[in-house]
């Protein structure tokens, strides 16, 4: 990889790398670190990105996804990735802007649905692309997707019957 392409691929994809460890981990120090050390990564071993197998985006999202996990189990260990009976703190919904409280639900997904979501509703990334940079394939994206809509359906319900409220008239 020449310096230009380099600088073309940090250039074409820091913003979006950083907003998906953000959201991942709700820290923006870890975020830098990890758009930082991605980098490091593709600089140190550019030879490893194929392009034969998937765009540059899907492999860069991929090690910011290996780092951003890494550091959530050093951080938060006892965390699950998955699992079918999710439990959502309570969110008060009356103290907080919409945008806030559908971010905070986002967060408190279980973490392989949470990055479904940011990387396929936030990212506008495909299912191909993010089974890609997952490793999974697309039917496990597609599931934790639907699993991550269930949880946030129920999470977000007092929401959505607040909003259907308003628009009917009826507060």
Known sequence: MTDSEFREAFHGHKDHLF???YRMTGSRTASEDVVQECFLALWRRSSAYDSGRGPLRAYLFGIARNLVLKRLRDDRPHEALEIDT?????IDFL???RA????EAVQALPLLQREAVILFEYEDMSLEEIATATVVDVGAVKSRLHRARANLRRTLAPLLEETKGTLHGTK
């Open 100 to 103: 806030d409280a559908i971010a």
């Open 86 to 90: 999710f439990i959502c703190p309570p």
């Open 19 to 21: 907003r998906f460890a």
């Open 95 to 97: 103290k907080m802007e």
